[in-house]
């Protein structure tokens, strides 16, 4: 791997963290499209792989760091991320154009928020006897708006960045 990808995969982990533990007390509204527009920005600059490695690091961080109590999300979490990214980022591999970076994005975010949904309604309670309605609601359709704002977010600042660092 190059210095330079790896540099550049360390600085975006690094502003994902800031996003994600910085504004922790603004949660979800705030937090959820960041952190989403950190996953697609990683994707169109650094690669999948790289972007996969922040996708399942940020939930084990928020978990580690007190964010998120809920241990058996972090796997799901992380599932939810890796398909946000890896649909997202084959489609825009192959064609360019908004209308192909519009499909990724509506993709993308529909596959993280399908996942999340069904996740959390048959796998959690797997590991936890009662699982709360919050937290059902929280990862239900929230999700899919957090996405496609963040989304929406990291193909206009993609768009503002110099080439040298896309």
Do not use: D, H
Request: proline share 7%; glycine share 8%.
């Amino acid at each position: 791997m190059k210095t330079n990808k790896l540099t550049r995969s360390a600085m975006l982990l690094a502003l994902t963290l800031v996003f994600q533990i910085g504004f922790r007390q603004f949660a979800q509204p705030l937090v959820g499209p960041l952190v989403n527009m950190m996953l697609l920005l990683s994707t169109m600059i650094v690669g999948i792989p790289m972007a996969i490695v922040i996708g399942c690091l940020t939930p084990i961080i928020a978990f580690l760091s007190g964010i998120m109590g809920v241990l058996p999300l972090v796997p799901m979490i992380a599932v939810a991320n890796t398909i946000y990214i890896v649909v997202f980022g084959l489609i825009i591999k192959k064609k360019e154009g908004i209308l192909y970076e519009a499909i990724a994005l509506a993709l993308g975010a529909g596959a993280k928020f399908l996942f999340l949904f069904i996740a959390v309604r048959t796998l959690l309670p797997l590991f936890i006897a009662q699982v709360k309605p919050p937290v059902i609601a929280a990862f239900s359709f929230p999700q899919l708006w957090t996405a496609l704002i963040g989304g929406l977010l990291a193909l206009v600042i993609i768009k503002l960045l110099p080439k040298s660092m896309q």
